[in-house]
């Protein structure tokens, strides 16, 4: 299995699943923190169900159903996903002018088309699997549909439903599937892993990456490592100037600017109340410096102020006034005695 030898940190649940299945349940739930390999985890378990001519503890890469499903074309195989997932959808996105809501969304469409599949023999006499990642993408409409198949379940059809936010999904669809939890690999798996991927500063981007490896890749190129310094060095700066702070970050992605906002801010508050740093490490002399005089409510409030800016992060009216906003706040409720 690919995984296992890329993900190492996935062994000891996969080899404690797969040895002690006495027979699969309709539907499994594999959940975790994102960036730490679920769908990767959840591909392997799919692989593993249809395999013709499986091995103890792995499908065997070479029958004709790991063939089929290695070429991502097996006929006892369904993966939903959103719209948006699918590299080919874009000109077709286009074309129908879907919203970017209903582009990441799983519709209810997408889960009615399954039911000549489910309904069906499978072409190998032996199980049909159903991928659905994320499953909390699935809006109310597909959910409830899902629901009802899975109050039925069709015979020899397993479900195998991705979520980085169990609690985003029905109650009642959780308690129908068996839990799988991944947890995030201990530090120094994460760090080998990262240097044998050829990042070059691994414990830093793990840091910035809430510890979750595959998402530190995403934050370790170059160009993104050299604007989060350049604000956080304004960030951080002896004399503040958030008007100037504002003008600065407007030549960055508002994500980005509000997402290192939200670390910054949780490292002042560990490092006041713990004396460590979480996510910077890189600017723990600052952080340290300023967090002594960083006031707790303020940091408390600044935050929740940040989680409201992320909601229309994508789509602001106006940045400039976002960015002025949060950067007059942070100096008034944080660093008020700065």
Request: glycine letters at 4%; a neutral charge.
């Given at each position: 299995?690919?995984?296992?030898?890329k993900?190492?940190?996935?062994?000891?649940?996969?080899?404690?699943?797969?040895?002690?299945?006495?027979?699969?349940?309709?539907?499994?739930?594999?959940k975790?923190?994102?960036?730490?390999?679920?769908?990767?985890?959840?591909?392997?378990?799919?692989?593993?169900?249809?395999?013709?001519?499986?091995?103890?503890?792995?499908?065997?890469?070479?029958?004709?159903?790991?063939?089929?499903?290695?070429?991502?074309?097996?006929?006892?195989?369904?993966?939903?996903?959103?719209?948006?997932?699918?590299?080919?959808?874009?000109?077709?996105?286009?074309?129908?002018?879907?919203?970017?809501?209903?582009?990441?969304q799983?519709?209810?469409?997408?889960?009615?088309?399954?039911?000549?599949?489910?309904?069906?023999?499978?072409?190998?006499?032996?199980?049909?699997?159903?991928l659905?990642?994320?499953?909390e993408?699935?809006?109310?409409?597909?959910?409830?549909?899902?629901?009802?198949?899975?109050?039925?379940?069709?015979?020899?059809?397993?479900?195998?439903?991705?979520?980085?936010?169990?609690?985003?999904?029905?109650?009642?669809?959780?308690?129908?599937?068996?839990?799988?939890p991944?947890?995030?690999?201990?530090?120094?798996?994460?760090?080998?892993?990262?240097?044998?991927?050829?990042?070059?500063?691994?414990?830093?981007?793990?840091?910035?990456?809430?510890?979750?490896p595959?998402?530190?890749?995403?934050?370790?190129?170059?160009?993104?490592?050299?604007?989060?310094?350049?604000?956080?060095?304004?960030?951080?700066?002896?004399?503040?100037?958030?008007?100037?702070?504002?003008?600065?970050?407007?030549?960055?992605?508002?994500p980005?600017?509000?997402?290192?906002?939200?670390?910054?801010?949780?490292?002042?508050a560990?490092?006041?109340?713990?004396?460590?740093?979480r996510?910077?490490?890189?600017?723990?002399?600052?952080?340290?410096?300023?967090?002594?005089?960083a006031d707790?409510?303020?940091?408390?409030?600044?935050?929740?102020?940040?989680?409201?800016?992320?909601?229309?992060?994508?789509?602001?009216?106006?940045?400039?006034l976002?960015?002025?906003?949060?950067?007059?706040?942070?100096?008034?409720l944080?660093l008020?005695?700065?």
């Open positions: 299995m690919l995984f296992l030898s993900y190492i940190w996935h062994k000891p649940v996969w080899d404690a699943l797969v040895s002690r299945s006495q027979g699969w349940p309709n539907a499994v739930l594999i975790g923190r994102k960036g730490i390999g679920k769908l990767a985890f959840a591909q392997a378990l799919s692989q593993y169900l249809l395999c013709e001519a499986r091995e103890p503890l792995a499908a065997c890469g070479k029958c004709q159903s790991c063939l089929w499903f290695a070429g991502a074309n097996h006929p006892d195989f369904r993966l939903l996903e959103p719209a948006a997932y699918s590299a080919a959808a874009g000109e077709e996105e286009a074309e129908e002018k879907k919203s970017e809501k209903a582009a990441n799983i519709s209810v469409e997408q889960i009615r088309a399954l039911d000549d599949f489910v309904n069906l023999t499978s072409h190998r006499n032996g199980y049909k699997v159903i659905i990642h994320p499953a993408a699935m809006n109310p409409h597909a959910a409830n549909a899902l629901l009802k198949t899975l109050e039925e379940p069709p015979g020899n059809t397993v479900f195998v439903l991705v979520s980085h936010a169990p609690q985003r999904l029905l109650p009642t669809i959780i308690s129908r599937c068996r839990g799988i991944l947890p995030v690999p201990a530090a120094a798996v994460s760090l080998q892993w990262l240097q044998g991927e050829g990042v070059a500063h691994p414990e830093i981007a793990l840091a910035q990456a809430g510890y979750a595959l998402a530190a890749l995403e934050v370790k190129e170059e160009e993104k490592q050299i604007q989060r310094r350049d604000f956080l060095e304004r960030l951080g700066a002896a004399v503040p100037n958030p008007l100037a702070l504002a003008e600065s970050a407007l030549q960055y992605p508002l980005d600017v509000v997402n290192w906002l939200q670390k910054w801010v949780c490292d002042l560990y490092c006041k109340f713990t004396g460590k740093i996510y910077h490490l890189d600017f723990a002399d600052k952080l340290e410096r300023l967090a002594e005089k707790a409510l303020g940091l408390m409030r600044y935050y929740r102020e940040l989680l409201i800016a992320q909601r229309a992060v994508r789509h602001p009216l106006n940045p400039k976002v960015l002025e906003q949060l950067a007059l706040s942070y100096y008034c944080v008020k005695n700065e």
